[in-house]
């Protein structure tokens, strides 16, 4: 039974920032490629950031030089740091933990504005 709980989401204005956190648990953390994935409302869900167990990394375009992705093993914790928020990155942000399983957080609500 694994499970992530997103936390960190709230209302922030343009060009602020946010630090989201995943806490998973019930699953060997370190050896799972972890993700953000995003969605707003009317849309897909759209795939936000990768990171791998040995700590490699891969951003989608949108968010390339705003958002940071990284965890702390050794905590079971996953993060995302956002930046330079812009209104189109208002949406619900989950986690997401893949290898013999996969995992989904519920999510938690980021919306940018003023």
């Known amino acids: 039974q694994g499970q992530l709980v997103e936390s960190g989401g709230g209302l922030v204005p343009p060009g602020g920032s946010l630090r989201l956190s995943c806490a998973a648990s019930g699953f060997i953390f370190s050896i799972y490629q972890m993700r953000w994935y995003r969605q707003s409302p009317g849309k897909e869900r759209e795939w936000v950031a990768t990171?791998?167990?040995?700590?490699?990394?891969q951003y989608s375009d949108s968010v390339k030089g705003r958002f940071t992705i990284s965890r702390d093993n050794g905590k079971s914790m996953l993060y995302l740091q956002m930046n330079d928020l812009k209104p189109e990155d208002t949406a619900v942000y989950y986690c997401?933990?893949?290898?013999?399983?996969?995992?989904w957080g519920q999510g938690t609500q980021v919306t940018v504005s003023s």
């Open positions: 997401y933990g893949n290898y013999t399983r996969e995992y």
């Open positions: 990171i791998f167990n040995l700590l490699g990394t």
